[in-house]
Nanobody, 124 residues
Framework: QLQLVESGGALVQPGESLRLSCAAS????????VGWFRQVPGKAREGVAS????????YYADSVKGRFTISRDDRRNTAYLQMNSLKVEDTAVYYC?????????????????WGQGTQVTVSS
């Protein structure tokens, strides 16, 4: 069974950058599409970014396009989310997710395996 553990969340000021990591274990991540989602209390979990197996198509939410970049290093069994020019509205718990399915995109139900989340807080 695939296990995912996120790290890298922190308290930062607006305009700063963070890189989140998603370390996989139990199985090789190179067979999975990976995604990043985020959630704030009282709201639904929303898709932020995703990418398929290898160097395939990436998807981004409109709210993060041009600021966030998803990547993966299958040798390290790890996925990343580079977040630049952070805004207060980016504050959320960020979750890593994975799926072996062909459909991924930014749809929560397309993903089968989830991490426990890491808190990102953007505040002055």
């Amino acid at each position: 069974q695939l296990q995912l553990v996120e790290s890298g969340g922190a308290l930062v000021q607006p305009g700063e950058s963070l890189r989140l990591s998603c370390a996989a274990s139990g199985r090789s991540l190179d067979h999975y599409a990976v995604g990043w989602f985020r959630q704030v209390p009282g709201k639904a979990r929303e898709g932020v970014a995703s990418m398929g197996v290898g160097d395939s198509v990436r998807y981004y939410a409109d709210s993060v396009k041009g600021r966030f970049t998803i990547s993966r290093d299958d040798r390290r069994n790890t996925a990343y989310l580079q977040m630049n020019s952070l805004k207060v509205e980016d504050t959320a718990v960020y979750y890593c997710a994975a799926t072996t399915g062909w459909q991924y995109g930014l749809v929560r139900s397309n993903f089968d395996d989830w991490g426990q989340g890491t808190q990102v807080t953007v505040s002055s």
